[in-house]
């Protein structure tokens, strides 16, 4: 939501301009005509609601949806919308964006004098900057897309909490077994812990980004923080794994150590290669 008010203030100029030499422009015969009103919604697609005030501010219309009409608020007095309003042009005014009590959405309300009546328009400001291009915004495919990641997400957190599980029974059975004390099943237990690792922190991230803190602008910004805290977390998991590798050769076969050593050095390069993107990255953004 506080995105979405950034993104309007800094482009308030060019959106208010817009609107408002729209609204000159529009001319209708009949300020209380459902029909005449109705072709708003036909010049702005992200209009969402119209109704019309009298001389003391009291609503004379129902409500004009795109597709309905709603007569409850018919007699309600709109004077407290004016309060709102931050520009004034030619007998139009524009407030700042505040939650409509309609539909729970951010929006802002557009005020047309027409003779003795007065035009109130609401525009959900959510699809308003779509319209601009200003924001990376499509309803159908944002609630698949949420739903799909969100499923994701929660699956990987599933797998995670198996893993963790899996690797404590592991370590409570070595622990309280008769037999002899199995090193092997200790480290199976901690290879199972950083996995889980892994996979939680790419599930959080997934959930962050996509799902409870979707960003409506993908920056290079976003972009480069996601994939770097996912290689982060790669790298801390691989680097845990070539510890267990390098005791478990110790324990066994000290012929495989030169094979420790490849998984050490990949893991190295993969550090180098994260340090290198950051510093480029960085220069980039500069």
Request: negative net charge; contains cysteine; hydrophobic residues 45%.
């Amino acid at each position: 939501m506080t995105e979405l008010i950034e993104i309007y203030h800094q482009n308030k100029a060019l959106i208010d301009s817009f609107i408002v030499s729209t609204m000159k422009n529009t001319e209708i015969s009949s300020s209380t005509d459902t029909k005449e009103l109705r072709k708003f919604f036909t010049i702005f697609p992200s209009l969402d609601l119209i109704y019309v005030v009298d001389e003391q501010y009291n609503q004379i219309t129902p409500n004009i949806f795109k597709t309905k009409e709603v007569g409850c608020e018919m007699n309600c007095n709109r004077q407290y919308l004016l309060s709102k309003s931050s520009c004034s042009i030619t007998g139009i005014t524009i407030s700042e964006p505040y939650i409509s009590k309609s539909d729970a959405n951010l929006c802002i309300t557009v005020t047309r004098e027409d003779y003795e009546h007065l035009i109130f328009f609401d525009f959900n400001l959510e699809r308003l900057l779509s319209r601009f291009g200003l924001i990376e915004s499509h309803p159908v495919f944002d609630s698949i897309s949420t739903a799909s990641y969100g499923v994701i997400g929660f699956g990987l957190i599933v797998t995670a909490a198996f893993l963790v599980f899996y690797a404590f029974y592991l370590f409570v059975t070595v622990l309280f077994a008769d037999n002899i004390f199995d090193m092997d099943q200790i480290f199976k237990s901690v290879i199972a812990l950083t996995l889980g690792l892994a996979i939680f922190d790419l599930a959080k991230t997934i959930l962050e980004q996509e799902v409870f803190y979707r960003s409506f602008k993908r920056g290079e910004g976003t972009i480069r923080k996601v994939f770097a805290k996912f290689l982060t977390s790669i790298i801390i998991a691989l680097s845990i794994e070539s510890l267990m590798v390098v005791f478990k050769i110790a324990l066994h076969d000290y012929a495989q150590m030169l094979s420790a050593f490849y998984l050490i050095a990949g893991v190295s390069l993969l550090i180098l290669s994260l340090a290198i993107y950051h510093k480029l990255t960085s220069q980039k953004s500069v």
